[in-house]
């Protein structure tokens, strides 16, 4: 199983500032691994997936790099209603995993 | 618009079984794999099982492995998830979820989801 690891647990930043968050892969993932959002009491919301490409309707803001065991989701100027928490799924072998997911405060 | 309903969810003692159920619409059913996918309270996502196409292929967690069967009726448009043997580490919001498939290949990051129904295995 690819385990994947999420740094930190829990980020603080100020509205306005830039987040930067981790998620590292047992082996690799190649880029088969996705970035999700989850907002307390709602669905998840994908919002990068092949490492690096925003999904539909996700604003220029998040971004994503990375490929092998290495993958960073950025956002850049947070703003109030990205205070949440963020997932990384990788989907390059079964069984498919999550991460432990970060969660974004304010700082 | 693609629309995924989940229901089924409910109060289960322990060691007892329930039947979920996603009712799936705006998108070709039986052109996508599709998913079930977990969140216990105050726990991160966990993938729990996928089932193919044909409903041929199926996927599980080690967790619900031989206790879960992950089961499709394209007639129906419906996915289900029958549940035995439930535990109280089973007591979670289950999201039902579509990959992205095009033409016989799908990759399993999801796109869809539905709005989640709620299992609580409880005494």
């Known amino acids: 199983e690819i385990v994947l690891t999420q740094s930190p647990a829990t980020l603080s930043v100020s509205p306005g500032e830039r987040a930067t968050l981790s998620c590292r892969a047992s082996q690799s993932v190649a880029i088969s691994l996705a970035w999700y959002q989850l907002k307390h009491g709602r669905t998840p919301r994908l919002l990068i997936y092949d490492a690096s490409i925003r999904a539909t309707d996700i604003p220029a803001r998040f971004s994503g790099s990375g490929s092998g065991t290495e993958f960073t989701l950025t956002i850049d100027i947070v703003q109030p209603e990205d205070f949440v928490v963020y997932y990384c799924q990788h989907y390059h072998a079964w069984p498919l995993t999550f991460g432990g997911g970060t969660k974004v405060e304010i700082k | 618009e693609v629309q995924l309903l989940e229901s089924g969810g409910g109060l289960v003692q322990p060691g007892g079984s329930l039947r979920l159920s996603c009712v799936a619409s705006?998108?070709?059913?039986?052109?996508?794999?599709m998913t079930w996918v977990r969140q216990a309270p105050g726990k991160g996502l966990e993938w729990v099982s996928l089932?193919?196409?044909?409903?041929?292929?199926?996927y599980y967690a080690d967790s619900v492995k031989g206790r879960f069967t992950i089961s499709r009726d394209n007639s129906k448009n419906t996915l289900y998830l029958e549940m035995t043997s439930l535990r109280a580490e089973d007591t979670a919001i289950y999201y039902c979820a579509k990959p992205y498939c095009t033409g016989s290949m799908c990759l399993h990051r999801f796109h869809d989801w539905g709005q989640g129904t709620l299992l609580t295995v409880s005494t």
């Open positions: 089932i193919s196409t044909s409903g041929l292929g199926t």
């Open positions: 705006g998108f070709t059913f039986n052109n996508y794999d």
